[in-house]
């Protein structure tokens, strides 16, 4: 399989980082101020992250060229997750600050794909935002250069059921980054 | 207390729809294509939403044009919200579409200030997720033209103790919107 357009341009405007974590390779998607990237250990199938290229923590750290972007590649982003992944619906959710959940200190915007009782045995529809909590640390545990080494400190335990949230190789999310790396382009050639 | 500028501006430029809900007189803010109002029963003080002045269901429905200015908003409003009730964080979130627990068909981002432990007896931190289930069926029940008269077709309770939750009156959410209009207009003048 050759290497999407979009990944060569990623590797070579690298290296991108979330928080103190190298990402290039799971990123899929990169516009002049965001990226998006897969996720370590999806809450859902498809539920990826959204950030600005800068390392700020607040959104109100952003300029107003960076609001737009990053908004303009969540709706883009999300539309095309909908599609891959045949959802009805998506959460969109942004903890801004510690005092709010966050805990990589780097904007980011959850898209998590949802569908009708999909939560069902995990908690209900709403168990999606329980199941957030733990997300980020795992992150934190588990990702490449920049990580702590011991496990993911400060890390705090899903309160709901995480069966299905597996921390995946980096084979599996660099393939999955390059599959959306190809449905962006499909979604960007269609326009709005 | 004279009215401030920009709520004789809303006024003006209404009637203003958040789903079939008539809402002009909680607007505090309003931009070309988006407009901010208060909450009838807000999670926490200073818990308030930001729509597009068109009425569309999910942010897939909104243009670029409108997207952008949506979070613009949304990035300028957070930051008064901030400062006017002594945050320190905030939660943003869009529930788009019903699946995702989106009860009311027309795009919000709801927008809540957060302190360390400020919901530690009502749930943890991300106990917020829970109280928003409940909250778009208690604002379908109470507001004004459009409403259903039955208390809230459709309602779902709130998981977890929804102490302090109480329905406002309109002159208490009208007192709210006329601060938070000052509030803003000071903060657009401030700029970025």
Do not use: C
Not at 109 to 123: C, E, F, Q, T
């Amino acid at each position: 399989m050759s290497i999407p357009p979009s990944i060569s341009h990623i590797l070579k405007a690298g290296p991108i980082h979330f928080g103190p974590f190298l990402v290039t390779t799971q990123v899929f998607h990169l516009t002049p101020h965001t990226y998006a990237l897969v996720n370590l250990k999806p809450i859902l199938p498809g539920h990826v992250l959204i950030s600005p290229r800068r390392v700020v923590p607040r959104v109100t750290d952003l300029t107003p060229t960076e609001t737009s972007d990053l908004f303009l590649t969540v709706r883009r982003v999300a539309r095309m997750i909908e599609r891959v992944y045949g959802a009805s619906s998506l959460n969109i959710a942004i903890q801004d600050g510690v005092d709010a959940g966050q805990s990589v200190p780097h904007v980011h915007a959850h898209v998590i794909p949802r569908r009708r009782g999909d939560l069902d045995a995990r908690g209900g529809v709403d168990a999606v935002y329980e199941l957030l909590d733990g997300e980020e640390g795992d992150l934190r545990g588990g990702l490449g250069a920049g990580g702590d080494g011991n496990g993911g400190r400060g890390r705090r335990f899903p309160k709901v059921d995480d069966e299905g949230r597996v921390a995946r190789g980096m084979e599996e999310m660099e393939g999955e980054a390059w599959m959306l790396a190809r449905e962006m382009e499909r979604e960007v050639e269609v326009g709005e």
